[in-house]
Each structure stands twice: as structure tokens, then as C-alpha cells.
């Protein structure tokens, strides 16, 4: 009887099993938005929002899957109710296909799944409208008919990096967030009676004829009369700027950069002397000293047993004395500490490395973030990444099923940094340096379009210094270090500090105050115990290239014909396309001439074209002595245009970016 | 146990090159596989660094040490195995060993055994090296057992094959030559003739073969990279590359897949367990059709083999007796 009982249990659970799991499926709708409507910005983490509604209790996991990369997130959502999760995820995640699932707990299957495809405004200019109206966009800029697509919004937290510009009415409070948005490279665009109202703290008004334009930092903010008006002077005021350096290949991101420099800062011990002694040793006393005995034994046979017992024995002594065995977990991090008006802002790396199946909680003060950093097939490789559950915006747990790598990404408000100011002694520009950081500087320099200056010596913590800018040395920043600290390693350092040099171009552009440090600690608490993680840092800081006015400004690629191909870092980049406009930031007093050294640098015949302002449309430009009349607007913008001679694209190795370059007389 | 196997073991290490050649063993395995070790960490270094590489690099050597056994057993074993019996009967003490009681079945495996039980010492000689890429990590115990049976079918494959040709050979150097060819065979030209077939099969490589290779099926090389990577899965192959990469990469396409870049998986053909991307079987598993290939041609060659030192029946004695 009690058989017959326990068999009906049993048949009524497994039958009801799946009605519960049907039920759930058909009860449950997952939302899901990524970044600002699907566009999102390479160069910052990107909020995954997803809202769970069900009908019964949900208690389970949100899975977010890009190919090897995975991201969990334990939910829970009340009967008949609805929850929002927001998720910070690497920008590398998503290149591809994201797929958002439900698993229930105990189950491994999802119960409902989501696809979405993230969108890269690549070709066009994105712009957002927040509290306007009636407003009439054209459909693509004058300048490159570059297409424009319209994002209106309704909040400005959430994923603005991925805009062009933002179109705000005159209700919309202008906050921090948003003015750092702008000194970051954003351009805000608002009605010339509301700007008054903005505090603009350390924007400069560069000009008044165009209406008024403000600089902060590296963006503007821009006063349009009327906003909805059909005249208003929007081929004038929207044109593209998305810069072609934005990287799509997940290699070259900053994220991938940092975590390459984390892993190379630890020096690989596997390589050792003692393996090959330790070896030696094992055949000597295998072979000749087992002979010995044996012989002396009379007992040669017994060499089928001595030889397999010495071989476990010897295995056995290397596991224990550890001649082979790495640390079973080992923790790294690589900073990038970026400078901006008013605030600075660290983002850092953490790389974790098992040699077995585990798992290792991570978090790090609240006012700190901590997100899945790059990882999986997103870099190609066949090394085995840990699946990363987020806890809080703050915490997240790596786990490992085998021996492999894990990363989380750190974001956040930076300590102090160096204080610079820029002086110009008999017309060379000379940035000084006061170290009220906290940090030793091993290096530190400037970074001037194609060239680089570098000052003697580090810089300890109160002293001060500075750099001499000249266009003496061709580089980046870690080529013409390694140089200065000959006696380190160079391999490693090219690694470390070439890597973080790469990361740094992609977030501050061509201009830049750079300083290396050599150990950086970072508080973080792993499983529990508070542990002080040391890795290379950079502090890089975005100077303009009228700021240093060292008589030379190098372009940036603003626009190009689809499908284009660039290639390349900083300055030196190669082009492949039909056409391209680049941009030269020049200053307005001065007398400019355009110089291409492309037999210096392999270039192509190209014809150039240079757009004219008064006339609003692209005119034939010669090298040498620029009508800067016509050419450069009032805040020392330049746009030429690029095209091949005759019928031909160019090819890879034909067009050279860093061939084309703008000078004027600076005094020196 | 079998008593030739017991004698054979006894004489084993009578020899004055036995030890010399132990340690010459010991010190070139363990000189590879620091070579190995060093290869394997630049790669690491040259990639995403020191410390993501070091998860490449138990890997690569446990590959590496898988391949290293491979060309081990392949250059000893046919020489040991192929002198077995031929060398009985040019001492002129194979008609000893047939007259006992022994079957002739014994008397092979007994031999067999002998020559397998010898590369099994040598393996064990070298567990401190092949223990290396367990002790860095990065290898499942899964991996190993595969390994090692595998390694084990090819040796005992090439055993028997080798004392096939040794019993139905007049001299030992016809023996040693004939082992030798046929275990280059297998290893060397079997690739040049799955070639030539994939290049009939598609066309002249135009489409993607829609059928089983044949001829790359008794290839030891693809049978043991089969064994260690199965469930074929898309990550965790070692990084950058090992020495399985291009099998693994052969093994993938067999599959109708490929993890080359550019080139997408559809994801009905993804299966993930505990974690890990699999991809879904399309076909048997190829290390199961190589075994049994293996196991037949096993059993068929000490069949043959036992056949050839089959004592000789009472008639031919009595002949000669009258002669």
C-alpha cells in the first residue's frame, strides 16, 4: 500500500511539473531596452534595462548570453506585478546578438527568451530631442550629406554618450550629468532665451556670428533662436562629428586595451630554471642512481616497480614544493584615470585567473561601479572566461567552471589628479605640472597630434614640473617612454603602457597630458576580505590643439563614404573609401597652410577639397597657403575633403592620415 | 601471467643501453616539454597577456605531451614489436617456444604485451613532464583518460600490426622496414589520401564535403585529438593554438562548423552543459569509428600473427624424421 502511495506521489509531481512549467511560460514577458533605444556608445559600459511581468511568482535568474559571454542576475518578481532590473554591461558585449532569457530556480532552461540587436550610429549623426516640440530636422547635414536620425528621449541619465547632439527645449533643468556629457565631447543644442539660464561655469564663447557657440571641454553647447522654427540655421548647426576613430573592433577597445595591460602587468613566473634542475635531478637518480642500487641488488627487474614509484613519488614533490603550480588565484587591474572640466573619472580592469573550477565574489565601494568587463569570443579566444553574476551595481561574483580568466570593469569618480597649466616662453608651449595627486609619476608627458614630449624623470607626490611641447618626436606616449626607461623590460612595458596609451586615445582623442604609474592600488573586497589589488595606471588628460599652439594641427576623420575602412591608432590611420572629411582645429588669427608629406608617410595622390563657408559647399583646396576667409569658421574649425585622383578608391597604404596636416606660424 | 610476457619483463633490462637510453628519454621529454612551456607562455604574453595566457598554456603543453607520446610510440614501439618473433626465429628458439604448451595466441600476446608493457614503463618514466600541464592547470582529468586510451589502442594497434609483419617475416631488417612503413602510412599518408579524397568529394574544394572522410579515419593523429576533444566545444581549445588546433579545426568542419573568424556557428548547433558551448553532434563520434577500425584491425592481426607461429603439426616432424 505504502509502494502504491509513494508511486502516485511520484506520478502526480512529475505530472505536475511541466503543467507548472507551461504556466510559467505562458505568464511571464520580459522588455528589454539597451543603451538610448538600442544606440549605444562604445566607450562607456552600456545599461541593459529589461522589465519582468508575471502573472504568478517568479523567483529565478536573468540571463544575458553574447555568445561565450554570459551575465547573470537573480530576480524576483511578485505575483501579478512587475520589476525593472538595470544591468551595466561591456560595450564589447554587444557586437552581437544578445539573447535575454528567464531560468527558473532548479531549472536550467529559460522559459522565456528575448532577442536584441544593438544599434552603432556608424554612418549618420544621431541626434536627441528631450522637451521640444514641432521641431523640423533635416534629413541629412549639408556638410558630407551625412543621414540624421532623430532619437527622441525622456530622460537624460540613461545612455546619452551614444548621441551626436542633444536638441533640448526650453523646460529641460540642465544638469551635471548633462554639462559632462558636453565637456566629454557631447553637443548640446538649445534655444539661445534658455541658455541664459545655464551656468556654463568654464565654457568660452567662440562665436557670435553663427550664434552663440560655447566650448566645454571637448564639446559645445550651441543657442539656435527659435528651435522649432523651419529657417532655423540647422545646416549650420548639425554636422558630422562622429569621429571615424571610434573603434568597432573589440580588439582595439579601451576595455580589451586595460585588460590587456592588467594581465601583462603580472610577469609570468611559469618559465623557470628549477623546472630543468628538478629534472635533471628526476633522471639522474631514475636512471644511473637506480641502476646502482638495483645492480648492487642483484634485483634489475625490479626496475618495473622503482621507475613508475619514483615517477609518482617526483609528481607528488612538484605539486607540494609548487616548481609547476601557479597561484590558485591571482588578481590584477589596469587603470585609466581621464581628466575633465570639473570631474575626473577612473575606469579600471580587474582580471581574475583560476587554475580550477571556482568561484570568487567581488565588490568595491558604493561609490564605485563594478560591471561584466569584456570577456568570451568577443576576443576571439579559446581560453575559458567565467560567467559573471551581478549582485548589486556594486558587487558581482565571477564563476569559474574550470581554470580560466574572469574581468569586471570599474567606474567611477577618480582621486585628485595632477593640476596643469599652460604657459608659452619665447612662442613654445610649456604645460607645467603640479603633482597634488597622491601618486609617484614615473613618466609623464604630452601627446601632440603625431608627436609626443616627454619631460625627464618622473614626478613624486607635491613636486612639480614640466613639458616642453615640440615637434621634435614622431610617436605615441609608450613609444617614446620605453625609450627614456630603456633598463626596464620594454616588452613588458610596450604591453602594459602601450596598451593603456591605446586605451587612452579612444577616450580623449589626439591632444592629451599623459602620466604612468606603476602600481596603482585599487580597494576592492574579494570573498569577504578587503585586499588592496596593484596595477599600472595612466592619467590622461585632453588638452585642444590650439590650446598647446605649437604651430601644426593634425585632422580627425569626421565623415566618410559608406563601407569606408579605417585603420589604425591616434593619428596614424589609413583610409579606404571613396571619400572621407576630416577635420582640422585650427587657430583664427593666424595665417594657415595645408602640408601633404605623403611621400613621407606612403601616401597616395589625393585632390582635396576644402568646404567654404560662405558659400556652404566644398571647393577645391590646394596645399600651401589656406584662404582662411572662406575656410575656417569662426571657432577655428577646417573641413577638407579628401578624394582620390581620378575614378579609383583609394586602397589600404594609398591614403595616410597622418600625411595631412595644418600649420601656422606660432612664434617659436 | 602469461610467460613469455613474464620472461620478456625479467630480460627487459639486462641490456647495457637500457639505462643510458632511460635517461636520454627522461632529458629529451623533459627538454621538449620546456620548450613547450616557454612557446606556450610567449604565446600568452603576445595575446591578452601574462596572466589570461597562463590559462592557454596548460593546455598547449598537454596537447604538445599528447603529440610527443604519439611520435614516441610511432618511432619505438614498431622497432621493439617488429623484432619479437622474426628474432626468436633467426636466434632459432621460435620452434622452443612453439613446442610448449603454450597456444600461439599466447605466444603473440605474450610478445604483444612484452612490447606494450616496455612503452607503458617509459610512459611512466615520464610522469613528472606529462604531469606539468595537470599541475598548471587548464586540463580536465576527462582530457587525460582520453588521452591515454587512446594512446594506448594506437600503441596496442601498432603492436600488433608490427609483430604481424615480424611473424611472417624471413629477416628482422624486412620486419623492422615493413613496421616502420606502415606505421608511416598511417600517420603520414593517410592525410595526402583524405586529401585527394575531400578534393574528389567537393568538387575540387568548391563546397563543403557532405560525407565521411574514409581514408582520414585510421589517421592516430585525428583519432586522439578526437578522444581528448570530445564534446567538441567552441571555447576552452587552448587559446590562441595548439598542437590540436588543426585537428580540432578539421574536426569542426567535419561537424559542419568552424570557430574561424568570420565564420558563424547557426545556433541550433550550439548545446550548452554546465556552462560550456558544445556543438550538437551531427555524426558519430569520430574517435569511436577510428577505435573500432583499430580493434578490428587488432584482432585481425594477431589472428594472422598467431596463425604464422602455429606450432607445426606432428606430420612435418614425422617427414623431416624420415629424412
Known amino acids: 500500500m505504502l509502494n502504491r502511495l509513494c508511486l502516485a506521489t511520484v506520478v502526480l509531481l512529475a505530472l505536475a511539473t511541466p503543467v507548472h512549467a507551461q504556466t510559467t511560460q505562458t505568464s511571464i514577458e520580459i522588455e528589454a531596452t539597451i543603451g538610448l533605444d538600442g544606440w549605444i556608445d562604445d566607450s562607456r559600459p552600456v545599461p541593459v534595462e529589461v522589465t519582468i511581468r508575471s502573472e504568478l511568482l517568479f523567483a529565478g535568474t536573468l540571463e544575458l548570453k553574447s555568445g561565450a559571454s554570459i551575465v547573470t542576475v537573480a530576480v524576483e518578481v511578485p505575483a501579478g506585478g512587475e520589476k525593472t532590473y538595470q544591468i551595466m ?72 554618450g551614444a548621441l551626436d547632439y542633444l536638441v533640448i527645449g526650453g523646460g529641460v ?71 571615424m576613430a571610434s573603434v568597432s573592433d573589440p580588439w582595439s577597445s579601451a576595455e580589451v586595451q586595460m585588460l590587456r595591460a592588467a594581465s601583462s602587468s603580472v610577469p609570468g613566473a611559469l618559465v623557470s630554471p628549477a623546472i630543468l634542475i628538478g629534472l635533471a635531478v628526476y633522471a639522474a637518480v631514475v636512471a644511473p642512481v637506480n641502476l646502482i642500487v638495483l645492480k648492487r641488488m642483484q634485483r634489475r627487474e625490479l626496475a618495473w616497480i622503482t621507475v613508475p614509484v619514483l615517477g609518482v613519488v617526483t609528481v607528488l614533490v612538484f605539486a607540494i614544493v609548487g616548481v609547476l603550480r601557479p597561484q590558485p588565484s591571482q588578481f590584477a587591474h589596469a587603470a585609466l584615470m581621464v581628466g575633465s572640466l570639473e570631474r575626473a573619472e577612473i575606469r579600471s580592469v580587474v582580471v581574475a585567473a583560476t587554475t580550477a573550477e571556482r568561484s570568487h565574489h567581488l565588490s568595491v565601494v558604493p561609490s564605485l561601479s563594478l560591471y561584466p568587463a569584456a570577456t568570451g569570443d568577443a576576443l576571439g579566444l579559446g581560453v575559458s572566461a567565467a560567467n559573471r553574476r551581478v549582485m548589486s551595481s556594486s558587487e558581482l561574483t565571477l564563476e569559474f567552471r574550470e581554470a580560466g580568466y574572469g574581468t569586471a570593469g570599474v567606474i567611477g569618480p577618480a582621486p585628485t589628479l595632477p593640476r596643469l597649466s599652460l604657459t608659452t616662453t619665447d612662442g613654445v608651449p610649456i604645460v607645467s605640472v603640479e ?84 602600481s596603482l592600488p585599487l580597494q576592492v573586497e574579494i570573498d569577504g576580505r578587503p585586499q588592496e589589488i596593484s596595477g599600472p595606471g595612466m592619467i590622461v588628460i585632453p588638452l585642444t590643439g590650439t590650446e598647446l599652439d605649437d604651430g601644426l594641427a593634425s585632422p580627425q576623420i569626421v565623415a566618410a563614404s559608406p563601407d569606408s575602412l579605417v585603420s589604425g591608432e591616434g593619428p596614424w590611420r589609413w583610409m579606404e573609401g571613396e571619400w572621407a572629411i576630416l577635420r582640422f582645429e585650427v587657430p583664427v588669427d593666424r595665417e594657415i597652410e595645408l602640408e601633404n608629406n605623403e611621400e613621407m608617410f606612403g601616401g597616395g595622390a589625393i585632390a582635396m577639397e576644402g568646404w567654404d563657408w560662405e558659400a556652404a559647399s566644398f571647393a577645391l583646396l590646394e596645399v600651401g597657403e589656406v584662404d582662411e576667409v572662406r575656410f575656417v569658421d569662426g571657432d577655428g574649425q577646417m573641413l577638407v575633403r579628401v578624394l582620390p585622383q581620378g575614378d579609383n578608391e583609394f586602397n589600404m597604404m594609398q591614403f595616410n592620415i597622418a600625411s595631412l596636416n595644418a600649420t601656422w606660424d606660432s612664434g617659436s | ?130 604531469a606539468a600541464p595537470l599541475l598548471i592547470g587548464g586540463v580536465r582529468m576527462g582530457d587525460v583518460f582520453g588521452a591515454l586510451l587512446m594512446l594506448g589502442l594506437i600503441a596496442t594497434l601498432i603492436g600488433a600490426v608490427s609483430i604481424w609483419i615480424s611473424a611472417r617475416s624471413r629477416s628482422t631488417r624486412t620486419a623492422v622496414a615493413g613496421s616502420y612503413l606502415l606505421t608511416f602510412t598511417l600517420l603520414f599518408l593517410t592525410p595526402l589520401l583524405a586529401a585527394g579524397e575531400a578534393f574528389v568529394q567537393t568538387d575540387q574544394f568548391r563546397r563543403p564535403p557532405n560525407t565521411e572522410l574514409w581514408t582520414l579515419l585510421p589517421n592516430p593523429y585525428i583519432a586522439l585529438v578526437s578522444a581528448v576533444a570530445h564534446p567538441l566545444e567552441l571555447d576552452g581549445n587552448g587559446g590562441g593554438g595548439t598542437p590540436f588546433t588543426p585537428g580540432v579545426e578539421f574536426l569542426l568542419t567535419r561537424e559542419g562548423t568552424s570557430t574561424n573568424f568570420g565564420q558563424g556557428i547557426a545556433a541550433d548547433r550550439i548545446v550548452e552543459e554546465d556552462g560550456r558551448r558544445l556543438v550538437r553532434p551531427s555524426r558519430p563520434p569520430l574517435w569511436v569509428l577510428s577505435g573500432l577500425i583499430y580493434l578490428g584491425v587488432i584482432a585481425l592481426a594477431i589472428r594472422r600473427a598467431s596463425r604464422w607461429v602455429t606450432t607445426p603439426s606432428p606430420s612435418e616432424f614425422t617427414v623431416r624424421r624420415t629424412r
Open chain 1, 89 to 160: 554591461v561591456s560595450p564589447t558585449i554587444t557586437d552581437a546578438l544578445i539573447t535575454i532569457g528567464l531560468v527558473p530556480a532548479g531549472l536550467e532552461e529559460s522559459v522565456s527568451t528575448l532577442r536584441v540587436q544593438p544599434r552603432r550610429a556608424v554612418d549618420s549623426v544621431l541626434i536627441g530631442t528631450l522637451g521640444v516640440e514641432g521641431i523640423d530636422l533635416p534629413t541629412r547635414t549639408v556638410i558630407g550629406e551625412v543621414p540624421i536620425v532623430e532619437v527622441p528621449i525622456d530622460d537624460v541619465t540613461v545612455g546619452i
Open chain 1, 173 to 243: 533643468v540642465v544638469t551635471d550629468e548633462l554639462l559632462q556629457w558636453v565637456a566629454g565631447g557631447g553637443r548640446l543644442v538649445m534655444s539661445s532665451g534658455a541658455i541664459a539660464a545655464v551656468d556654463l561655469g568654464g565654457g568660452t564663447v567662440v562665436d557670435e556670428v553663427n550664434g552663440i557657440r560655447f566650448d566645454l571641454g571637448r564639446g559645445e553647447v550651441v543657442a539656435v533662436d527659435d528651435l522649432t522654427s523651419p529657417d532655423a540655421a540647422w545646416s549650420r548647426t548639425l554636422q558630422p562629428v562622429r569621429s
Open chain 1, 435 to 518: 603633482n597634488v595627486s597622491e601618486f609617484a609619476l614615473i613618466a609623464y608627458g604630452v601627446v601632440d597630434g603625431p608627436f609626443v614630449s616627454v619631460a625627464p624623470g618622473g614626478l613624486e607626490p607635491g613636486a612639480i614640473g614640466s613639458v616642453e611641447v615640440n615637434a621634435d618626436n614622431f610617436g605615441q606616449a609608450s613609444d617614446v617612454v620605453s625609450q627614456v626607461h630603456q633598463n626596464q623590460n620594454s616588452a613588458r612595458w610596450w604591453q602594459v603602457y602601450g596598451s593603456l596609451t591605446s586605451a587612452a586615445q579612444d577616450q580623449v582623442g589626439d591632444h592629451y597630458f599623459f602620466a604612468f604609474i606603476d
Open chain 2, 1 to 130: 601471467m602469461n610467460p613469455i610476457l613474464f620472461r620478456e619483463a625479467l630480460d627487459r633490462f639486462r641490456g647495457r643501453r637500457a639505462w643510458p637510453f632511460l635517461m636520454m628519454w627522461i632529458l629529451g621529454n623533459g627538454l621538449v616539454v620546456y620548450l613547450m612551456l616557454i612557446v606556450a607562455t610567449s604565446m600568452g604574453d603576445m595575446g591578452l597577456g601574462a596572466m589570461i595566457g597562463r590559462s592557454s598554456v596548460g593546455p598547449f603543453m598537454f596537447h604538445g605531451a599528447c603529440l610527443l607520446l604519439l611520435l614516441g610510440i610511432v618511432m619505438i614501439l614498431p622497432g621493439m614489436a617488429a623484432v619479437s618473433i622474426v628474432g626468436e626465429r633467426e636466434k632459432q628458439t621460435l620452434r622452443l617456444v612453439q613446442v610448449t604448451p603454450l597456444s600461439p595466441q599466447q605466444i603473440v600476446t605474450g610478445k604483444l604485451g612484452a612490447a606494450l608493457g616496455y612503452i607503458g614503463w617509459l610512459v611512466a618514466a615520464v610522469l613528472p613532464v606529462l
